[in-house]
């Protein structure tokens, strides 16, 4: 049973990464079309490794520490 639900997690995890790629490519409005256009492109043919690049790429910006 363990591993069963260890697979299907392995299975959702690339689908969800995916997905949260594609709503921050949707939603940011500095990009132009083309480049809206290649994120998806990569995020799709390269599955895991495209989204964790267009995640890292959008992550939010840090607060300044102040030192």
């Given amino acids: 049973?363990?591993?069963?639900?260890?697979?299907?997690?392995?299975?959702?995890?690339?689908?969800?990464?995916?997905i949260r790629a594609c709503v921050l490519i949707h939603r940011d409005d500095l990009s132009e079309?083309?480049?809206?256009?290649?994120?998806?492109?990569?995020?799709?043919?390269?599955?895991l490794f495209g989204a964790i690049i267009v995640l890292w790429v959008h992550r939010a910006d840090e607060e300044p520490s102040g030192t």
Avoid: E, H, T, Y
Avoid at 33 to 47: D, E, G, T
């Fill in 1 to 18: 049973m363990d591993v069963v639900l260890l697979l299907l997690a392995a299975c959702a995890i690339p689908p969800g990464f995916n």
């Fill in 33 to 47: 079309r083309s480049q809206k256009l290649f994120q998806l492109l990569l995020v799709w043919l390269v599955p």
